[in-house]
């Protein structure tokens, strides 16, 4: 249905505001715009070659207007991916202009300094027109499995600068006008260690951006630019006002926490600090990170991106959990980060572990306001980016790289126990990869994937519990082992317990047992297991008020022993 223009006195049809949506035609593009979205990331998942993107679903998918400002973001994408699709997208505007974009273009990016993470997470991003006019951008970030550089896989501490780390593309376009580069095509070629799956992943996600294109052009063909544009902006306006009614409900304070993580990889004695400042003022809330832990030689920073992730998916986790992502979700939110933090630093800072400060951020974030809001705030998480990567040569001289994550326990909540085996915060609904996908596809045996019993944090809600998952490895190999908070664990809260830390141990094939932390490219020979132990949440409330009913539950289920539960 299309709305009905007002018109002036001699009848004429004037402009589209946004508040002449009409609100049937509202309802239609706030749909359609995210079904696009789930479309887009539909086909990317059906296409790629890697099971990072096609099993474990480490990517987003979204349409950007012509300010770079994200219209709609599939469901299901990776949380700390929120709406920042579109900085890639306005470098590109700021090198070209809106004039220097013609049909058939697609852009390749992934510059450091810009995206402020890995390299492996690429932006692909397509013009879309209309009539000859651009009206916006079709886009998505997935992550390969190899960029080049030093560095394999997760976990890797062996680079001290961004330019160790591998290819950096800055807002390139790979086709243009539908022509092929292919000069930079051979770069990217020459440069990875995996070429067939680098590239059939980068089709796949310009695939998925020619299809965004095409049905937001549809769309804008369906109902016009004025219309569609006017819907657009009342659904931002709508996420932002359900945002608002949360903070406002927030008392007024300001509200602050610290943390810490192991250490950077290099100086293992010296803990790292997280620490933030909430403010809430009316409808407003900010994030202040000012009194972050500086940047550290290692890779275990992120550019500023990677600060803003982290305060956008603690404010949306606890505004509007069940909105679809857009523009408006985050109105509401100030981030202060100076430069040179660990989640805003300087180039040319390694960023290859940008991600693993993050789960501890966001719960930190909900830490400090745990006391203002007790009814919305679990206890901690496992509080890492769990994940294994083994790498290596088969018999026949081809490579290998298994790269796997997994879960650990979620907080006890204010009206029941945490989730089980759950990935953090930051990663949302990815998968781990199946277990007869691993052993089918690399030399390896899953001997246990199991529920780590007494992991979860005691409390009036228990916290839930990590995993145990055992590796054989059937040839000789090499592995980047990379826990954290190891000493900190998953706190609980009002009264509740903290939960276990994460451990790994390697058996190797003699009978020796070696804990490890951090390492990177240990040996792995034929037949040494690997064990991860992941955390479990902490705890919520005081565990003499857990029922009788539930305690007798949780030794029947083997969640705990009836020693711990004592």
């Known amino acids: 249905m299309v709305p009905r223009c007002a018109r002036d006195t001699w009848g004429n049809d004037l402009p589209m505001t946004r508040n002449e949506a009409h609100p049937i035609t509202v309802e239609v593009v706030r749909n359609a715009i995210v ?13 790629a070659y890697n099971m990072m993107i096609y099993e474990v679903r480490d990517y987003c998918c979204g349409l950007i207007d012509t300010q770079a400002r994200m219209i709609s973001q599939n469901r299901g994408g990776l949380p700390i991916f929120l709406a920042d699709l579109g900085v890639a997208v306005a470098d590109g505007i700021a090198r070209y ?25 690429v932006v692909v991003y397509s013009p879309c027109f209309h009539g000859g006019e651009l009206v916006g951008f079709a886009a998505n970030r997935a992550h390969w ?44 070629r020459d440069n990875t260690r995996y070429p067939d799956s680098a590239l059939g992943d980068l089709r796949a996600q310009i695939a998925s951006c020619q299809l965004g294109a095409r049905r937001y052009g549809e769309l804008i063909a369906r109902y016009g630019r004025p219309t569609v544009e006017a819907c657009i902006a009342k659904v931002w306006d709508q996420a932002e ?18 943390s810490f993580l192991d250490n950077d990889g290099r100086t293992l004695d010296k803990p790292l600090r997280v620490k933030v400042k909430v403010r809430v003022r009316g409808s407003q809330m900010t994030v202040d990170f000012s009194e972050m832990n500086p940047q550290v030689p290692g890779p275990l920073n992120s550019g500023r991106g990677g600060g803003i992730a982290g305060a956008r998916v603690a404010f949306k986790a606890l505004t509007s959990p069940d909105l679809d992502v857009n523009e408006g979700c985050f109105r509401p939110l100030e981030v202060v980060l100076p430069e040179g933090t660990m989640l805003s630093a300087k180039p040319p800072s390694a960023l290859g572990l940008w991600s693993i400060a993050l789960p501890t951020v966001i719960d930190t974030i909900l830490k400090a306001l745990a006391p203002a809001v007790p009814h919305l705030v679990p206890a901690a998480h496992k509080g890492d980016m769990g994940g294994c990567s083994f790498f290596g040569f088969r018999d026949d001289g081809s490579r290998f790289l298994l790269m796997n994550i997994f879960g650990g326990g979620w907080g ?36 246990t994937h199991a529920l780590r019993a007494d992991s979860g944090g005691e409390g009036k809600y228990r916290g839930g519990l990590g995993l145990e998952l055992t590796y054989q490895l059937l040839q000789t190999c090499k592995a980047n082992i990379n ?36 390492a990177t490219e240990v ?44």
């Open 523 to 566: 040996e792995i020979s034929a037949g040494d297991r690997v064990t991860f132990l992941t955390a479990g949440g902490g705890g919520y409330g005081d565990p003499r008020e857990r029922t009788a009913e539930a305690k007798a539950h949780d030794i029947a289920a083997g969640v705990v022993t009836r020693r711990s539960n004592s």
């Open 145 to 188: 499995v190899d960029i080049g550089g030093v560095r394999q896989g997760f976990g890797s501490y062996g680079s001290s600068d961004i330019y160790a780390e591998g290819i950096q593309m800055r807002s390139l376009k790979i086709y243009e006008a539908g022509k092929r580069n292919e000069t930079l095509w051979q770069i990217i």
């Open 97 to 121: 202009g809106l004039k220097g974009f013609a049909p058939g273009d697609v852009v390749v990016m992934n510059q450091g300094e810009i995206c402020g993470q890995h390299l492996n997470n």
């Open 35 to 47: 079904a696009y979205a789930d479309e887009m990331a539909n086909a990317l998942s059906k296409a």
């Open 412 to 447: 006890g909540r204010p009206d029941e126990d945490g989730e089980d085996a759950a990935v953090s915060v930051c990663q949302g609904d990815v998968r781990n990869t199946p277990v007869e996908l691993q052993e089918i596809k690399y030399p390896v045996l899953v001997e």
């Open 483 to 518: 826990l954290d908070r190891t000493r900190d664990p998953p706190w609980g809260l009002h009264g509740g317990k903290p939960g276990a830390v994460n451990g790994c141990i390697i058996r190797r094939a003699d009978g020796s047992e070696t804990d490890v932390k951090k």
């Open 241 to 258: 006002a359900a945002a608002r009614a949360v903070v406002e409900k927030i008392p007024d304070g300001d509200y602050e926490a610290e």
